[in-house]
């Protein structure tokens, strides 16, 4: 099962666009990206998620590098809201999409 | 908008007790997932099922059973609580594919 490599933290100003990492590179050709975020005492929400081309909802944008091999999601203005702890993993439609692997996140801090 | 709810916030047991740990969701999802969460090591699945009666194990089975009598309720099973299987559990459903995971809340879960 492919695997996500993430930083441990970051932390950004309020109003000001967020960029977060993530590296896949063992993705296959049937693994779709998805981000995921996780506020305290709650469980995991869905941000976005896309297989090859960039796509943008009313939360995010993602941005998915033309080899796959890694990915960013684009909080465009954050908030203090936006502090969570943000999951990057892969779904692997071939396979039905069961055995997704969550790693350690990025635990974002949003200053005022 | 998908529903999932876990029976129980907090749930506190003794060593040696039968746990049950309860997960409906509304939307009618074939798939449903048991994960638990620790610091540092991230989300890992426990066991999921993709059709009623049906479950596969996932990475940490052990110490664990699961029931899917209907379509919208996944049950997970401690047989015999250990301090060790102290952890938050959260449950997720989706369709099959590469759609998204619907979580709840999560159990945090304290055996002593």
């Known amino acids: 099962d492919a695997k996500t490599t993430q930083p441990n933290s970051m932390e950004s100003n309020e109003e000001e666009p967020v960029h977060l990492p993530c590296n896949h590179s063992t993705i296959s050709g049937t693994d779709y990206i998805h981000w995921y975020r996780q506020l305290p005492s709650q469980g995991p929400e869905y941000v976005i998620h896309?297989?090859?081309s960039n796509v943008n909802n009313r939360m995010a944008s993602l941005a998915i590098a033309e080899d796959r091999k890694s990915s960013t999601l684009i909080l465009h203005r954050a908030t203090l809201r936006d502090a969570a702890v943000y999951y990057c993993?892969?779904?692997?439609?071939?396979?039905?999409?069961?055995?997704?692997?969550f790693g350690a996140g990025t635990r974002l801090f949003v200053k005022a | 908008d998908v529903k999932v709810t876990q029976s129980s916030r907090y749930l506190v047991k003794r060593t040696g007790e039968k746990v049950f740990l309860e997960c409906v969701q509304d939307?009618?999802?074939?798939?449903m997932f048991w994960y638990r969460q620790d610091p540092g090591l991230g989300l890992r699945l426990i066991y999921f099922?993709?059709?009623?009666?049906?479950?596969e194990k996932g990475d940490i089975p052990e110490g664990y059973s699961v029931s899917r009598e209907k379509k919208e309720r996944f049950s997970l099973i401690l047989e015999s609580a250990s301090t060790n299987q102290t952890s938050m559990y959260l449950c997720?459903?989706?369709?099959?594919?590469?759609?998204?995971?619907?979580f709840g809340n999560g159990t945090r879960l304290t055996v002593t």
């Open positions: 099922s993709y059709d009623v009666k049906m479950k």
């Open positions: 997720a459903s989706s369709i099959p594919g590469s759609s998204p995971l619907h």
């Open positions: 993993i892969l779904r692997d439609v071939g396979t039905g999409g069961f055995k997704t692997i």
């Open positions: 896309g297989l090859t």
């Open positions: 939307m009618d999802h074939e798939n």
